[in-house]
Structure formats: structure tokens, C-alpha cells
């Protein structure tokens, strides 16, 4: 059974720092793997997927990293801004619909 | 703009009553979920459907009920038999193809007493 492990369950910088989010998981036979944005009682926003085959996905100041063979995902956020305090949530997609297994999330404040 | 609407976003019902969340997409997805979130767990699957008229259980159907009769749209029932229904519930669609990227709707919080 696909686990999702994420790396710290909360984190507290100050503004302009650049940051990193752990994601972990147990099978490494994956399909995609999201990252997602949720603020409080919101739905979730996509961030940025990459697929299986891939290594990297950038957009803006965030850069997502995929190492299968390890089972690790880093979420890589530069220059924080107060604006990007939310919990960040990584899914994996495992071959099937029914297979995407979410983390908890890590629950990010910057502070200004 | 293209998108998912959930509605209501706050649901209030008394123990021992059906309930219906709506979901509605005008992405032209072919496959939809039903999320549950709650505090300290991950999101859990409900049921997911793939095409028209055809729909899976999850991980946590029991208590639930869904229906499928247009691609657009995607009902949850939540029934007297689900134990525990209060909590976030999310509606999420994607291609059935490519990528299978999952877009999210902002979610009905139920609270049932």
C-alpha cells in the first residue's frame, strides 16, 4: 500500500527566505506526482505535476524535483513571500484512478 | 472561465438525513472524485467515475452514493448510514488521458448533529 510521508508537518521562515518541502513515498511505481496549494477552507490548487519520466517542473519561483529510485519529491520555493503561507499538499498517482494517495501536507507561514 | 463549482459551501443537516453535494465542471473532463479531508489526514478517496453512466468505489464509500448521468456533473450523496459525515468534501476532475493532472473545486464543508 502507497504511503505519502511529508517533511516537516509545519514551517515558520521569515520573508525572502528560499525554502524546501519534503515529499516522500514507499512505491516507487508511480505515474505522476502533484503538488498542491490549499488555503484555509479552500479547495486545492495545482502547482506543479510531474510525470514519471520527468525530473523537474518549474513555474515562477517554484521548482518541484522527482527522484523515483528514492521515493522523494522536494518542493523548492524561492524568495518566499507572506502570500505563499498555506499547507502544501503532495499526491501520487499509481496506475490507476483510484491510486493517488495524498500526504497531510506541510503547513507553511512566512513571515514578514 | 473554466473551473468546478461545488455547492453549497456550508451544509448543516440533523443525524439521520440524506444529504446531496453538487459538483459541476465545465473542463471537459472525463473523469471526476470525490475527496473527504479531514483534520490530520490525507485527502481519502470516496468514489471516482471515468466516464458517463459508469463509477467506482474508493478507499471510504460505504455510506455514500454517487451518480454519473452527464459529464458534467457529479452528485454525492451522503447517507444516514455514513457514520461519521462530518467534514470537508472535496470534488476533483481530470483528462483521461496525458497527464491526469487533478483540478479541485473549493470544497462543501457538512457538519451534521
Known amino acids: 500500500k502507497q504511503e505519502v510521508t511529508q517533511i516537516p508537518a509545519a514551517l515558520s521562515v521569515p520573508e525572502g527566505e528560499n525554502l524546501v518541502l519534503n515529499c516522500s513515498f514507499t512505491?516507487?511505481?508511480?505515474?505522476?506526482l502533484q503538488w498542491f496549494r490549499q488555503d484555509p477552507g479552500k479547495g486545492l490548487t495545482s502547482l506543479l505535476l510531474?510525470?514519471?519520466?520527468?525530473r523537474e517542473q518549474t513555474s515562477g519561483r517554484l521548482n518541484a524535483s522527482l527522484d523515483k529510485s528514492s521515493g522523494r519529491s522536494t518542493l523548492y520555493i524561492a524568495a518566499s513571500q507572506p502570500g505563499d503561507s498555506a499547507t502544501y499538499l503532495c499526491?501520487?498517482?499509481?496506475?490507476?484512478?483510484?491510486?493517488?494517495?495524498f500526504g497531510i501536507g506541510t503547513k507553511l507561514q512566512v513571515i514578514p | 472561465d473554466g473551473g468546478i463549482t461545488q455547492s453549497p459551501k456550508y451544509l448543516f443537516r440533523k443525524e439521520g438525513q440524506n444529504v446531496t453535494l453538487s459538483c459541476e465542471q465545465n473542463?471537459?473532463?472525463?473523469?471526476m472524485y470525490w475527496y473527504r479531508q479531514d483534520p490530520g489526514q490525507g485527502l481519502r478517496l470516496i468514489y471516482y467515475?471515468?466516464?458517463?453512466?459508469?463509477?467506482q468505489k474508493g478507499d471510504i464509500a460505504e455510506g455514500y452514493s454517487v451518480s454519473r448521468e452527464k459529464k458534467e456533473s457529479f452528485p454525492l450523496t451522503v447517507t444516514s448510514a455514513q457514520k461519521n459525515p462530518t467534514a470537508f468534501y472535496l470534488c476533483?476532475?481530470?483528462?483521461?488521458?496525458?497527464?491526469?493532472?487533478?483540478?479541485f473545486g473549493p470544497g462543501t464543508r457538512l457538519t451534521v448533529t
Open positions: 499526491a501520487v498517482m499509481a496506475g490507476g484512478y483510484q491510486k493517488v494517495t
Open positions: 467515475s471515468q466516464i458517463v453512466n459508469d463509477f
Open positions: 473542463l471537459n473532463h472525463d473523469a
Open positions: 510531474i510525470q514519471s519520466s520527468q
Open positions: 512505491d516507487s511505481a508511480i505515474y505522476n
Open positions: 476533483a476532475s481530470s483528462m483521461s488521458s496525458g497527464s491526469y493532472e487533478q483540478y
